[in-house]
DNA sequence: CCCTTTTCACCTAGGTGGTAAGAT
DNA sequence: ATCTTACCACCTAGGTGAAAAGGG
């Protein structure tokens, strides 16, 4: 591996909550024009090289058949500063035809969400060296189903609870979130 | 110039709006905070080399003194496709201390926005052709003058008339804008 | 007196799951 | 029967100028 990535180390954010979810099985709903993910896919990053050029990008690995592709762009990390990288943008979608940049799921499979970290490197026969310059994470609590509704009512009730935007669905407990 | 900025044209968005506004004398709030310009500066660019990179940024002169920059970040251009570029998360403050990134403009001065085309240079010694790599564009009707709080009633009122986000200031006419 | 700051009601824009109807 | 779609009320998030208060 190049050194600019074999030293690179990756913190799944919100990791309670994702187990939290993996306890009960995550669901993720996956519509026509694109649904957000929740809880939101988010990594603190270390042991990037300052002065070098990364690109970050996400897939998702089914635990039956294809793959899916999305990155969030370029990155130079800031000196003395963990990066913190959100894929809060990221949609996911049944639409086939999609062309709006979404990841396309296959609705009622489950899938593992994986993370890459890719050097750019700046040599002009960097394809030589492509598999030798990115580094890849999978944590195994954020695998989830893709669902056009959701299956289980306690991840409805746990999504209601804890994401802010179905605050209008929630019965009581101000203070709880 | 160089080739890949030289046949770069730039056609100004919303040209009919912003002169009615510069008939009246067009003003632009400043926050602490940050504001939004109204109407958004955007322009439609073509000539563009769709194989080259270019960075695309505002600044603002002074019919004054000093001077200051934004920039919305890369472009590489579709083939085929007339890039329209808009600045509409561009903000203006007079925060002096101001690190939000936005544009800091001395109130109750007037200022000429200003649009550059810089072509990315990928040869080791760019620095010796900086002078000839980018082109730059000025219209006299997005001339404006900083304040915070609107001097000219009419260009209050075309203000409210014309941007949907003061839609409820509006007295009536639902079908006129 | 002139200019700036703060707070507010009222919008736009868009992310939620519920619900009922539609599709297979 | 099972899964999908379309629409909805209800939120978050944030862009408006008005008005009143603050500052020099």
């Given at each position: 591996?190049?050194?600019r990535?074999?030293h690179?180390?990756v ?15 995550t669901?993720?709903i ?13 990594v603190?990053l ?11 990008l996400?897939?998702f ?11 969030p ?9 963990w ?11 049944n639409?086939?035809l ?7 799921l296959?609705?009622?499979h489950?899938?593992?969400?994986r ?6 490197d ?7 060296f492509?598999?030798?310059?990115f ?9 989830f ?21 179905a605050?209008g ?8 979130w």
């Amino acid at each position: 591996k190049n050194q600019r990535v074999c030293h690179v180390a990756v913190q799944l954010e919100m990791g309670s909550l994702w187990e939290e979810f993996n306890r009960l099985g995550t669901e993720m709903i996956v519509t026509k024009a694109g649904r957000r993910m929740f809880p939101t896919f988010q990594v603190k990053l270390s042991g990037l090289d300052p002065l070098a050029d990364y690109v970050l990008l996400m897939d998702f690995v089914p635990l039956d058949d294809k793959r899916y592709r999305w990155g969030p762009g370029h990155l130079r990390p800031k000196m003395d500063e963990w990066a913190i990288v959100s894929f809060d943008k990221l949609k996911l979608t049944n639409n086939l035809l999609d062309d709006n940049g979404h990841i396309i799921l296959n609705s009622m499979h489950r899938y593992q969400p994986r993370f890459h970290v890719v050097f750019v490197d700046p040599r002009r026969d960097s394809e030589r060296f492509a598999h030798e310059n990115f580094k890849s994470f999978s944590f195994p609590e954020t695998q989830f189903m893709a669902v056009t509704a959701y299956q289980n009512h306690r991840i409805t009730q746990l999504k209601i609870a804890s994401n802010p935007f179905a605050k209008g669905f929630r019965d009581c407990e101000p203070e709880a979130w």
